[in-house]
């Protein structure tokens, strides 16, 4: 039987940890099948990136429609999507093939930059990322870094994490997932999910281990391959903050630097 079907608007890793190639894995282990838009290729290992091979925007987008039309998908996730240039041609491609809030669920993770600090996405595309996608997205899910970018909040406790939710709900998404992870000293990894109304806390061990990369990849394409099958927003976070524990749980070395997260416990079980 056809499994549904996930696109993911994504750069490539060529270490094979974090963008399409998490995505993918994730995917692959949700039982859903994953589809690609891709947006830039990376020139990338275990300590960092060297280079990146941007995808002309029209291509991307294009990409989109030849997926959707033909395929069709019941969940769309991002993740690096490098310029302005690309957000703002995806952004009517998004619209033409019915994907967005209020339609095919829409997963927007704001990429900004690698675990090593290497920027994936230009500060000149701050604003497309927040006037164009940001409003079409049913749920976000930005990293701390990521939430002070955005909003200028930068959040130091559970009370600044809450404030920063209601900042980034403000910019129009239905749904708003703060990742904890980037909270260094707190002993837990908690993520917080605000819909304009409740706080949902969703709280997660803290393991000791560098090898996280590809983490907030996995989560989102977690998430999104739940919405694909039919869950709820809360739900679905709900999911794939279980699926990331064990992912990280799972994570191995790889490489001299760090190591990737596996989604593979879950057909390991
Ligand atoms: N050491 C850890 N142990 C357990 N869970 C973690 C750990 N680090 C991150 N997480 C979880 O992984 C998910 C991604 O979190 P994070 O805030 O690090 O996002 P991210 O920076 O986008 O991830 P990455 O850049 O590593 O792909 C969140 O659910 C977070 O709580
Ligand atoms: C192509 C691509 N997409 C996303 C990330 C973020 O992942 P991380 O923050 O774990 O480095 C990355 N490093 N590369």
């Known amino acids: 039987m056809t499994p549904p079907r996930v696109l993911t608007i994504a750069g490539s890793d060529s270490g094979g940890g974090a963008g399409i190639q998490a995505d993918l894995r994730t995917m692959f282990a949700c039982g859903v099948h994953g589809c690609v838009a891709l947006t830039a290729a990376t020139v990338q290992n275990s300590l960092g990136v060297t280079g990146v091979h941007e995808i002309p925007a029209d291509v991307v987008a ?20 490098a ?31 690698s675990m090593h600090g290497d920027q994936l996405l230009a500060d000149s595309a701050l604003d497309a990322l927040k006037g164009l996608l940001f409003p079409r997205a049913t749920l976000v899910t930005p990293n701390l870094d990521e939430v ?31 990742k904890g992870g980037h909270m260094w000293d707190d002993p837990e ?26 983490s907030g990849d996995t989560l989102a394409s977690s998430i999104s391959s739940a919405l694909a099958r039919g869950a709820s927003v809360p739900e679905a976070v709900r999911f794939g903050k279980d699926f990331i524990v064990r992912s990280v749980a799972a994570a191995y070395p790889l490489g001299s630097g760090d190591g990737p997260v596996s989604p593979f416990w879950r057909l390991e079980r």
Do not use: N
């Open 83 to 113: 310029s302005a240039a690309i957000i703002e041609a995806i952004t009517p491609a998004l619209d033409s093939v019915g994907i967005g809030r209020g339609r095919v669920p829409f997963v927007v993770d704001p990429v900004s930059a």
């Open 148 to 178: 002070r970018l955005i909003t200028g909040i930068a959040v130091k406790d559970r009370a600044g994490q809450r404030d920063a939710a209601v900042a980034l709900h403000e910019l129009g998404p239905e749904w708003v997932l703060v």
């Open 189 to 214: 990894c908690l993520d917080l999910l605000y819909d304009g109304r409740d706080f949902v806390e969703l709280p997660g061990p803290r393991y000791d281990t560098t090898h996280t990369h590809g």
């Open 62 to 81: 294009a990409q989109i429609v030849s997926v959707v039309s033909d395929i069709g998908v019941q969940a769309a996730k991002t993740g690096m999507l």
